[in-house]
């Protein structure tokens, strides 16, 4: 008998313990919103979702982002709706690489377009950017998608001046160094980038004028006027008006059902410990989430909005 329970004693010393299945989060560069933001969800279903870790990937954000859940390389994905719908639909520039297998577990939170130049550039106006080099944000990204769309329609193309494809930490630093006269940020407001930069040169954020929105929003429908507060950057006294996108969490339609309900109910559950980590979490919430995701919500996530009796409209239904 004393033999029998020593080799018991020693085979629950060596028995393998279960390891968590670890989910790829795919976010941005460091310098936005959506690698702090993903840290924290990746806590979230580390700490509440049993049987699962999560590490974030830097990317180039929202286009490769949705080719890498179509792909299975990520299991989650922050982008921004306008990417989130033209490839969810096959149109824009995913043109003939629909990826209609892409299902949203929420909108988190708005992405304001951030036009910023140095406070002495002479930068005043979109038209203003004629003939001058100027980023529009890193190569695959939702910040050039909006940034070509919002010039676009303000009859503004890049044979009109010199864009450079930057990251937001490259923007700011091509502008403290001169190398740009102004950068695009599309991130919710206020980026660690943006701040750095203000905190060693005197910037000013260039806004859009009402005709300027009300032209991009004809050609964006998911885009929304929205105001940066006055104070928002060392130096910005004024508020300024440009536009937003949402920013969406997308996974992929074959994500098991139970993982995508834990995961969505993690999140709005235990938001407090993502506003904690960026305020951009503020917005996390099942109201601003209903009204803002342009596609259907996966029927994990489904499944907890109804559960918490969300007003969910028609195409957000698989």
């Known amino acids: 008998m004393k033999k029998l329970l020593i080799a018991a004693a020693a085979a629950i010393a060596i028995a393998p313990v279960a390891q968590a299945q670890e989910l790829s989060i795919a976010t941005g560069g460091t310098g936005g919103v959506y690698y702090p933001y993903g840290g924290g969800l990746a806590e979230v279903i580390g700490k509440y979702v049993d049987g699962y870790s999560a590490s974030v990937e830097v990317t180039g954000a929202s286009v490769e982002n949705m ?43 708005p992405n304001a377009v951030q036009l910023v130049t140095l406070a002495d550039s002479g930068i005043t106006s979109l038209e203003d950017l004629r003939g001058k080099r100027v980023s529009v944000g890193a190569p695959g990204s939702g910040t050039e998608l909006s940034a070509q769309i919002i010039l676009a329609a303000n009859g503004i193309t890049y044979e009109d001046f010199d864009p450079q494809r930057l990251n937001f930490n490259e923007t700011a630093d091509a502008i403290r160094d001169g190398d740009i006269v102004a950068g695009f940020w599309s991130v919710g407001p206020p980026t660690s980038s943006i701040m750095n930069l203000a905190a060693t040169r005197s910037i000013a954020v260039v806004g859009l004028s009402d005709d300027e929105v009300a032209k991009a929003r004809a050609a964006e429908p998911t885009f929304a006027p ?11 006294a004024e508020a300024v008006t440009t536009i937003s996108t949402p920013n969406v969490l997308v996974v992929h339609a074959d994500m098991d059902e ?61």
């Open 258 to 318: 139970e993982l995508a309900y834990n995961i969505t109910k993690a999140m709005y559950e235990h938001v407090a410990e993502l506003i904690a980590i960026h305020p951009a979490a503020n917005d996390t919430t099942i109201e601003f989430s209903v009204a803002s995701t342009p596609i259907p919500f996966h029927p994990g996530a489904l499944r907890y909005l109804e559960e918490v009796g969300a007003a969910i409209q028609d195409h957000q239904r698989p």
């Open 226 to 236: 929205y105001t940066l507060k006055a104070g928002l950057y060392d130096g910005m």
């Open 67 to 109: 080719a890498l859940i179509q792909r299975g390389d990520s299991d989650i994905a922050l982008a921004l709706a306008d990417t989130v719908y033209q490839a969810f639909t096959g149109t824009g520039s995913f043109e003939g690489k629909q990826i209609a297998e892409a299902r949203a577990l929420a909108s988190i939170y």
